[in-house]
């Protein structure tokens, strides 16, 4: 199938409405989460993510306003960036990322929401520095606890935080996490509490290490993520459609099993 059609049968004829009227069911979804915790719309962040979605898809969702856009993997985000370089996108790369890949990113992206190694950090900081930039940074947190993720232990997070320092082109912005894969909404809800839990011990132990935001929550979860206290949504199918299944292996922060190639 050529890709124009393609594109029609997954984003129909007319990507923009689609995407306004998503979007206006998202916010109402958002403002009923903020009303259930008392909390108000401007103290959450949404980070839309475009991840699969064509650069000229993408565009026209930066014509609807969105101007801060994530991706998981870092050669289709810098593919996308520089397709899109005649408009304001701030990129956020909010998936694992190979020490190699960190060159590539740091010619784009302004933030990173998947840090969980001293190497990546080291990898980011060499390039950051040669190219005379800093990013924005969130350290991943496992808290389901599952093998198969990404992201540092909890009580692994203190002690990396005190790391980062030595790396001063990154700037901690907060902790990021990505729940149970599971419909038992209270073991997704433990998920965010622990992360919530954590930020709040590293308020007490570490006052000055700027780790205060927490980026939670997704197309499935993210109710859930405001009502624990999510500052960043990382929300993409809600906006854009449903992902083919074929691209089950973009499903966020699992470790590739030996199947699936190419993880960013
Ligand atoms: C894809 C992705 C999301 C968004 O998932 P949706 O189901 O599209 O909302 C959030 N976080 C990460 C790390 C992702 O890779």
Known sequence: MPEAEIQRERFGDDPETTFRQNLLQLESRIAAACARANRPRSA???????????????RVAVGLGLHCLGENKVQEAAAKSDALSDLEVRWAVIGHLQTNKAKQLVTFASEFHALDSL?????????????????????????????????????????FAR???EFP???????????VLTG???????????????????????????LD?????????????????????????AIFGRRPTKDGHYW???IPSSGSSEQA
């Open 184 to 210: 038992e909404a209270d073991r997704v809800r433990a998920c965010f509490r622990s992360l919530r839990g954590l930020r709040d011990q590293l308020r007490l132990s570490m006052p000055t290490s700027g």
């Open 119 to 159: 190497r990546v950090a080291e990898a980011l900081h060499r390039h950051l520095v040669s190219a005379g930039r800093q990013i924005d940074v969130f350290i991943q947190v496992n808290t389901s606890n599952e093998a198969s993720k990404y992201g540092l232990p909890p009580n692994e997070v203190e002690a």
């Open 169 to 179: 082109t990154l700037k901690p912005q907060g902790l990021m996490t990505l729940a």
């Open 44 to 58: 959450i962040q949404l980070l839309p993510v475009t991840k699969t979605v064509p650069a000229s898809i993408v």
């Open 252 to 254: 966020p922060g699992l």
């Open 213 to 237: 935001q927490l980026s939670m929550g997704m197309t499935g979860d993210f109710e859930m993520a405001i009502e624990e206290g999510a500052d960043v949504v990382r929300v993409g199918q």
């Open 163 to 165: 790391r980062l320092p």
